[in-house]
């Protein structure tokens, strides 16, 4: 049975407590790795500038500071959003994103842990109809900023 690197336990450990049952759930049914729990407003104000003044792609519309991310702690001192990858990671292989994201959503349903995923960011299970696409990204739902 897979289970998480200690990097990815202390990652988890940030996130609001729903996502940690939920990913530590998800675990135990596919290999996946935490990419990102909790950010700081630097980290996210570095992530902004990715594809605006640094090189790279685009990857966040929230610059940390007029527009906060998820990613940052709320008004209530959580972290409602995390990233997480299936393992071994292949960024180019979009169709195990979309994969992973139907076991994640079906723990989820069954856990009656409310997610919003970021590729199917209004929850319609339309996939091709995003205006901007987070694969890796899943929030607690209702916590969009």
């Not at 990815?8 to 135990?28: C, G, H, W």
């Not at 594809?51 to 409602?80: E, V």
């Not at 842990?113 to 319609?124: A, L, T, Y």
Request: net charge negative.
């Amino acid at each position: 049975m897979p289970e998480f690197s200690e990097t990815s336990k202390r990652k988890l450990l940030t996130v609001d407590k729903q996502l940690q049952a939920l990913f530590n759930e998800v675990i135990k049914h596919a290999d996946c790795t935490i990419v990102c729990g909790l950010r700081t407003v630097d980290e996210q104000r570095m992530l902004y500038a990715q594809g605006r003044t640094m090189p790279g792609p685009i990857i966040t519309n929230c610059d940390g500071i007029r527009i906060r991310s998820n990613h940052q702690i709320n008004d209530q001192g959580i972290c409602t959003a995390v990233d997480v990858v299936p393992f071994p990671i292949d960024w180019k292989d979009r169709d195990r994103f979309y994969h992973f994201a139907g076991v994640v959503r079906g723990i989820a349903a069954m856990m009656e842990i409310p997610v919003e995923w970021g590729g199917d960011w209004d929850s319609d299970y339309i996939l091709d109809d995003q205006s901007f696409y987070d694969l890796p990204h899943y929030q607690t739902k209702g916590t969009a900023r």
